[in-house]
């Protein structure tokens, strides 16, 4: 498996089907991932919270997240946006 450590070793693809089997065989990596999210996101703009939770169900967000390559935290920040928009539309 091919593991993506900079966004330049992606190539340009011709078509959706070259694409597809490039990332049948690539896997970006989480550190590239994480500093993607941190540089599109401004620290200027969050304020640090507490959040009590369970340990097991911190367990399983974590490991849901690494399989989707993200950081945790910003994997929650997501679903609250997804739901603040769902709770928008619904009033």
Do not use: C, H
């Amino acid at each position: 498996m091919i593991q993506i450590q900079q966004w330049e070793q992606v190539p340009e693809f011709a078509t959706d089907e070259a694409e597809a089997k490039y990332w049948s065989d690539a896997a970006i990596d989480l550190r590239l991932m994480e500093n993607s999210i941190a540089i599109g996101s401004s620290a200027n703009e969050s304020v640090t919270i507490t959040l009590r939770m369970d340990p097991r169900m911190l367990s399983r967000i974590k490991r849901l997240a690494r399989s989707r390559f993200l950081n945790y935290q910003s994997m929650i920040k997501q679903w609250l946006s997804e739901r603040m928009e769902q709770e928008n539309i619904n009033q």
